[in-house]
């Protein structure tokens, strides 16, 4: 029997967990953390410290990360971070999503933000050395259609091996913004609103984001039937 549309969800989190051991980009500084001040005699507080890469977990890169004169994530408009989005299934489409595994979600009144799940499951405990990433030829296409931001459920929006990383390059010739390592497992295809602010790290190439869907209000999708 469906759902009513009173049962739905009305917020997913689409963040993985950041933990010790948790796989990061071979090479890149995984994510340790080591407590300085316990609750005890002598002191009311526990107190973490940190040591990670700002691509932990689900995150924004930063101009920055992919043009040596970019800005950084402290320096970048936070409006393409927060409003309504548009979450695409292009599951098992292979190395790279082509036009054609998402063009059926492509109809009128798209949205500035695209995120595309091509995973089944995305895997939270190892690294995927064969993640999907974005054709070049599509995210010029969704420039075209005024998309300002593209998300994607994997490490990055190019193959793990590639050194030109010409969707991202792409995304820097049209000034768009990228979300990367979100957990879309749970996600129906559908209009969402995106709520992921990135820290205002002014030095960094890029920043952790918490990434939540919330439903739009008066929505009725294949998130609530």
């Known amino acids: 029997m469906p759902n009513t549309p009173h049962s739905a969800p009305s917020l997913w989190d689409i963040s993985p967990p950041v933990y010790v051991g948790m796989p990061v980009f071979p090479g890149d500084t995984p994510y340790q953390q080591q407590w300085v001040a316990s609750i005890g005699p002598g002191c009311p507080v526990n107190v973490a410290s940190i040591t990670s890469t700002p691509h932990a977990g689900a995150h924004a890169d930063a101009p920055l990360h992919y043009a040596p004169d970019g800005a950084t994530i402290g320096q970048v408009d936070l409006a393409p971070y927060l409003g309504r989005c548009r979450v695409v299934h292009a599951i098992g489409c292979g190395p790279l999503i082509e036009w054609q595994h998402i063009a059926h979600a492509m109809g009128n009144d798209l949205p500035e933000r695209v995120l595309v799940r091509t995973y089944q499951q995305m895997p939270q405990t190892q690294w995927d050395a064969g993640l999907t990433g974005y054709a070049a030829e599509t995210v010029e296409r969704l420039a075209a259609l005024g998309v300002r931001l593209i998300g994607i459920d994997t490490a990055s929006i190019d193959p793990a091996d590639s050194k030109a990383l010409p969707s991202h390059q792409t995304i820097r010739r049209h000034d768009m913004r990228v979300l990367e390592n979100l957990v879309l497992d749970a996600v129906p295809e559908g209009d969402y609103e995106l709520i992921a602010l990135p820290l205002k790290l002014v030095q960094a190439d890029a920043s952790p984001v918490r990434a939540v ?13």
């Open 213 to 225: 869907l919330r439903a739009l209000p008066g929505t009725y999708n294949q998130a609530t039937a």
